[in-house]
């Protein structure tokens, strides 16, 4: 490909001019000297970091650090501040808005950053005091009253990445942003980065939020469970890792103040840090992930392992296996023993409402909504449609994210999550059962249901809307023998969703796959969820449609 050298140069040289972090710098200055030279790689690479920017969507932004409007840097960060402030203004809305980070690299940086700028152009600010998880931003946005919130993390993707989430107050009541209002936001920020950061008005007289918000978080989520139906030395023992990340001194918080044991950490992973040296994928999803706090469980006679992610909007829970070592509950397992509790505690106290999870989620949770006489509505992936399904009661998604009392937070909660499976096994060892005992029990009112995941990582973009045509003008008519009923092409709207690069196949003995491209990675997605008589049937069905789609999206 040609590439104008001259203006790839003039370019980059503008960016640079007015990069105020000297990293970043140093690296674009580096890679602008390469490619004066004329040599060819290096050009090529230089003009591939300016071709395009990041896209702000209703994730916000997400990407690798690094120098350019392609990565996650103080230009972009502050390109984004000062279009969120401008869209609050040109809208109407309340100028106000509070900010958090984690405890990733630049977080506190890029949060202070956006402080500033948005302090510079006349809103009210409010920066957390310290590196928090997300749920406790979510919290603070209705708490506080404010237009928006952002929570400056990547969550749980690769080290070296960071982000940038959107919470919108009044009548959005603190929830992550939907369409259309992240385009506008988006064109907000496009009209601030057509013109140069340095002009922008910046100031420092920003209010930080002091310990009294950090523990009214902590005491509304205390209350969200009952007192502890044994005392702490006769319960569950308990081991927990935060991942590097910033859940600990929270959850740590909450969990004495609702009257649980303090549990055992893993002290390798429980201070924040953004290197997160022994694990490759902070994620509790990846395999490896979670070995440390399973050699730690062993090691220690737990009974329950739990992990929040980086950032403890996710919650992973392992159990002992009867073998010396322990399994990891799938996220649809967790969601349907949280579901089935909320359910049966709505049923208790007379509430009408809704339970919900997105489409790639386990049907199992319509089946307990039925059971209780509550409503079930599935949702678009991510928990800025979850959390926003009216008389919502508890919701979740396959991803990790439970959603366990709406009225505290608006987003999906792994501190909250955690207390609640703290309740849940205190109250079953309180009638001498365990959570695998639950779960048996769970198969026997509803079925015995079985979920999987197929995923494909690819390097080239493009591979992605390959592989989606592909499905689209060869669908299958069996997976591994089992003929396919019918294929829902979610491309144009379907069932009142709105159009959504999705395909689900319903097949025969009610089992399903659903394939879609990540919102947050690289990869096409396949989820598998099936029903049968007894777990071990489900599980070899899941196993069969696995390998059978697995050559349709490789």
Do not use: C
């Amino acid at each position: 490909m040609k590439v104008d050298l001259a203006g790839v140069l003039d370019t980059a040289r503008s960016w640079a001019a007015q990069d105020p972090d000297d990293e970043t710098r140093a690296s674009l200055g580096a890679a602008i000297d390469a490619a004066a030279t004329g040599d060819g790689p290096a050009v090529q690479a230089l003009a591939a970091r300016f071709d395009g920017r990041l896209q702000f969507g209703t994730a916000g932004l997400r990407a690798e650090l690094g120098y350019g409007p392609l990565r996650m840097n103080r230009v972009v960060v502050t390109q984004a501040a000062a279009g969120l402030a401008r869209f609050l203004i040109d809208t109407g809305r309340e100028r106000s808005v509070v900010i958090g980070y984690d405890g990733r690299v630049n977080s506190d940086v890029f949060a202070r950053d956006s402080a500033e700028v948005m302090r510079g152009l006349g809103l009210d600010v409010t920066l957390l005091p310290s590196a928090l998880p997300t749920p406790v931003l979510a919290f603070a946005v209705r708490h506080l009253d404010v237009g928006a919130g952002v929570m400056v993390t990547a969550s749980h993707n690769p080290p070296r990445d960071n982000g940038y989430k959107v919470y919108l107050g009044g009548e959005d009541d603190g929830s992550q942003i939907v369409p259309p209002v992240d385009g506008a936001i988006a064109a907000a920020i496009d009209a601030v980065a057509a013109g140069d950061v340095r002009d922008l008005v910046r100031a420092t007289d920003y209010t930080v939020a002091g310990d009294a918000l950090v523990q009214a978080y902590v005491d509304a989520t205390a209350a969200t469970v009952p007192a502890p139906r044994l005392p702490v030395d006769a319960q569950p023992k308990v081991v927990y890792t935060a991942m590097h990340g910033v859940g600990w001194g929270t959850a740590r918080a909450v969990f004495e103040a609702a009257g649980f044991a303090v549990p055992t950490t893993v002290p390798e992973q429980i201070e924040p840090d953004g290197a997160f040296p022994t694990v490759s994928f902070p994620n509790p999803e990846e395999p490896g992930a979670m070995d440390l706090s399973i050699a730690r469980g062993v090691a220690v006679g737990a009974d329950l392992v739990i992990a929040n992610d980086p950032d403890a909007d996710r919650l992973a829970l392992a159990i002992p296996d009867g073998a010396g070592s322990f399994r990891r509950l799938s996220g649809n397992e967790v969601g349907w023993l949280l579901g089935w509790r909320a359910a049966a505690r709505a049923s208790a106290a007379g509430v009408r409402g809704t339970l919900a999870a997105s489409i790639v989620s386990s049907p199992a949770l319509a089946r307990v909504a039925a059971r209780h006489g509550l409503e079930y509505r599935d949702t678009l992936t991510g928990f800025k449609w979850v959390s926003r399904v009216p008389g919502l009661v508890f919701g979740y998604e396959e991803a990790l994210g439970y959603l366990v009392d709406p009225e505290v937070v608006r987003d999906k909660d792994g501190i909250s999550a955690a207390l609640s499976l703290l309740d849940l096994a205190t109250a079953l060892a309180a009638d001498g059962s365990t959570i695998a005992d639950h779960l048996d029990a769970f198969a026997a009112e509803f079925g015995a249901f079985a979920s999987g995941q197929v995923a494909t990582r690819v390097d080239d973009l493009s591979r992605i809307g390959s592989i989606m045509a592909s499905l689209r003008s060869s669908p299958p008519v069996s997976l591994g023998g089992v003929d396919v009923l019918t294929t829902t092409d979610y491309l144009d709207g379907v069932e009142g969703f709105p159009p959504s690069d999705i395909l689900r196949y319903d097949l025969a003995g009610d089992a399903r796959v659903i394939v879609r491209p990540s919102g947050t990675e690289p990869k096409v997605k396949v989820y598998i969820d099936t029903v049968a008589t007894t777990p071990a049937e489900a599980r070899s069905l899941v196993d069969t449609l696995a390998e059978a789609v697995r050559p349709l999206v490789s």
